[in-house]
């Protein structure tokens, strides 16, 4: 037989393909995003230290929209169904340096760096010192919520009394990281100049460290489905909220930033006291003794 008599080898009509990785362009836009702000905010607080105050606002400010991005990337890929997972790694290190590093240098930088060298200056060694110290927790804090919160295995665990209602398991990254951009915002980036509200200042970053690795729920407002029907008084306090936010921002923002830090200590107060209220029922020989009496 020839060569020109040798069958063909016969071609696959359909070739496996490897399965590739997608990586959805759109979320991960947005999470690239929250980090480029979080270096806008890094750098915003290193040349506040040198060329001007009003770099700390900018600084805070870039911190408040990188939460922003940050709430919407996790909604949209949850409504256009592109999770992935490469989105949630990129989405924790991004919280990392947008909600850890940039919050932590700013609250050193505005809060206790930049102390002047007064009449006690051990008093200013020792408050800049420990407010690096009380910086490196929110920090290391943040980081621990992080990787806690990844290996969860239901890291929104609903109330037992409210299914419906979600909570976080102490208080997420970005309600710390508002939390100093707010105080920051609301001082219009003039630093802290006297040693008793640094002070104050170090002991708010200690609230909030702690408050991020507790076990105390925080509302997580994720049962809030944005295409489902809502009434129109809620229309209403949306729209307020945002009329506020764009007209008085200072305030608006410092009161959203403490009234979601302390809810989780109030919720926490609220279930210890309902605990200390609620009795053990009688032992079974204490009922017989009261039903012979």
Known sequence: MSDAQLPLPVEPQFRRRRPRKRIFLLPSLFTMGSILLGYIAISQTMQGSATGYWHFDNAAKAIGWAILLDMLDGRLARMTQTTSDFGRELDSLADVISFGVAPALLAWVWGFRMLPVSAYPDLRFHLVSLGFVASFIFLITGAARLARFNIQVNPQPSNPGRPGRKYFVGMPIPAGAGVVAAVVHFARGDPVFSWWLAVIWLLLLAAAGFLMVSTWRFYSFKEIDLRSRHPFTVIVLVG??????????????????????????????????????????????????????
């Open 240 to 293: 307020a909220l945002i009329a506020a936010i764009a007209f008085f921002s200072r305030f608006a923002l410092f009161g959203i930033a403490l009234s979601y830090m302390s809810s989780g200590v109030l919720v926490r107060l609220f279930y210890v006291l309902r605990r200390r209220g609620t009795h053990p029922p009688p032992p079974a020989s204490y009922k017989e003794a009261q039903e012979a009496q």
